[in-house]
């Protein structure tokens, strides 16, 4: 049993991610996720470098991303193909209706890669409710290209926000439709303070 940090927190390093850039951190970060197995936890992020190399899944209610800031706390994305780096949504990837996924948040990330051969999405929601996603930097520091790259994917639902964000890809957001429920796809979603560029030829 892991020792919490505080009530609902853990720490990526308790389940061994390394923050250096190097050492392959997708399955510790995700065992992390995974440890509340029923939804209602906090993640915590330390000044690092976190190397992933493949999806990492949020399929539970009221979980919450907390980095150390947009310049501190690094995702360095290098999958092996065309790959999500974050996924909200219950379900899995594809059509399949399982409900909403509510009350969710990320804060505190800057997303980099040195992978341009593959299409990559920072972050994919698929039927979120009322959840919040803030100071996150997207390729500002490193080109998001490639095979047409996406920053922040939207297939609805509700009442999500976006604030203190630069975004700069292929396609810095894209929003389609919301397959679960097709008369829901962004209804009652806030933007503030967001910056974007289009980066490169957009495939």
């Known amino acids: 049993r892991y020792l919490l940090l505080n009530d609902g927190v853990v720490n990526v390093r308790q389940f061994g991610a390394k923050g250096d850039g190097v050492t392959d951190d997708t399955n510790r970060i995700q065992a992390a996720i995974s440890y509340f197995s029923s939804g209602n936890g906090t993640v915590i992020f330390p000044k690092g470098r976190y190397l992933i190399t493949s999806t990492i899944t949020i399929d539970q209610n009221r979980i919450n991303l907390i980095g150390s800031g947009k310049w501190v706390s690094e995702i360095v994305f290098n999958p092996t193909g065309d790959d999500i780096c974050f996924f909200f949504g219950k379900g899995g990837e594809g059509n399949t209706d399982a409900g909403i996924i509510v009350q969710c948040s ?92 289009c980066r490169g030829h957009n495939e």
């Open 106 to 197: 990320m804060t505190g990330f800057n997303f980099t890669s040195t992978v341009t051969a593959f299409k990559k999405t920072a972050i994919e929601l698929k039927d979120i409710s009322i959840s919040s996603f803030s100071n996150i930097a997207i390729g500002s520091t490193t080109q998001w290209i490639g095979n047409g790259s996406i920053g922040v994917r939207v297939r609805g639902r509700e009442g999500t926000s976006f604030s203190n964000m630069e975004v700069y890809a292929n396609a810095p957001f894209v929003f389609a439709v919301n397959t679960s429920y097709p008369t829901i796809c962004l209804d009652q979603f806030t933007f503030e303070n967001i910056v974007t560029a």
